[in-house]
T-cell receptor, first 107, second 123 residues
Framework: EIVLTQSPATLSLSPGERATLSCRASHSVVSFLAWYQQKPGQAPRLLIYDTSNRATGIPARFSGSGSGTDFTLTISSLEPEDFAVYFC?????????FGGGTKVEIK | QVQLQQSGPRLVKPSQTLSLTCAISGDSVSSNNAAWDWIRQSPSKGLEWLGRTYYKSKWYNDFAPSVQSRITITPDTSKNQFSLHLSSVSPEDTAVYYCARNSPAELLSFDSWSQGTLVTVSS
């Protein structure tokens, strides 16, 4: 199965700053990569699918890029509600797999 | 707006079968444009996709190799819900279990999730 490695494990930033999260795949996933946000006690929420497509209702400050094995989620200017854990997920290989997560915390 | 409501026991004994049900509102389990999935999350394994059921002229199931020999997912069109059955459980199956939708079925990105249920496997 395809292993997704996310970095950094924790990102300490202030509101208004730019966040850049990385997801690296053990094999090419082409462009079939999604990003999720999870807050404590809640289910994950789909942010981005197929590298760069925002899901319904997701603000424009969230953007995704990349291809093959290296992908990035960018939050252009952090809002207070953006402090959470973010996961990537691939659907190119079988079975679909998730990364271990990056926690974005308030500095 | 799709809503998924889970139900089922929170404590299961080792070697028994874990069973959870997910009731759907705002969509149909027999939609030709969606698949219905089970995903779990634990500190040791993180998020783990378990399997799905979907309808495209007939019913299909897909399962993760890690649980394929122990898992069943069954739709219930009369109640618009679907169920997970995981047999021969061990403490390693302790996790928060989620049901989720992916639409369209081939997209395999999960746009609606249940609230999650912590299921503990313990005697």
């Amino acid at each position: 199965e395809i292993v997704l490695t996310q970095s950094p494990a924790t990102l300490s930033l202030s509101p208004g700053e730019r966040a850049t999260l990385s997801c690296r795949a053990s094999h090419s996933v082409v462009s079939f990569l999604a990003w999720y946000q999870q807050k404590p006690g809640q289910a994950p929420r789909l942010l981005i699918y197929d590298t760069s497509n925002r899901a319904t209702g997701i603000p424009a400050r969230f953007s995704g890029s990349g291809s093959g094995t290296d992908f990035t989620l960018t939050i252009s200017s952090l809002e207070p509600e953006d402090f959470a854990v973010y996961f990537c997920q691939q659907r190119s290989g079988w079975p679909p797999t998730f990364g271990g997560g990056t926690k974005v915390e308030i500095k | 707006q799709v809503q998924l409501q889970q139900s089922g026991p929170r404590l299961v004994k080792p070697s028994q079968t874990l069973s959870l049900t997910c009731a759907i509102s705002g969509d149909s389990v027999s939609s030709n444009n969606a698949a219905w999935d089970w995903i779990r999350q634990s500190p040791s394994k993180g998020l783990e996709w378990l399997g799905r059921t979907y309808y495209k002229s007939k019913w299909y199931n897909d399962f993760a190799p890690s649980v394929q020999s122990r898992i069943t997912i069954t739709p219930d069109t009369s109640k618009n819900q679907f169920s997970l059955h995981l047999s021969s459980v061990s403490p390693e199956d302790t996790a928060v279990y989620y049901c989720a939708r992916n639409s369209p079925a081939e997209l395999l990105s999960f746009d609606s999730w249940s609230q999650g249920t912590l299921v503990t496997v313990s005697s």
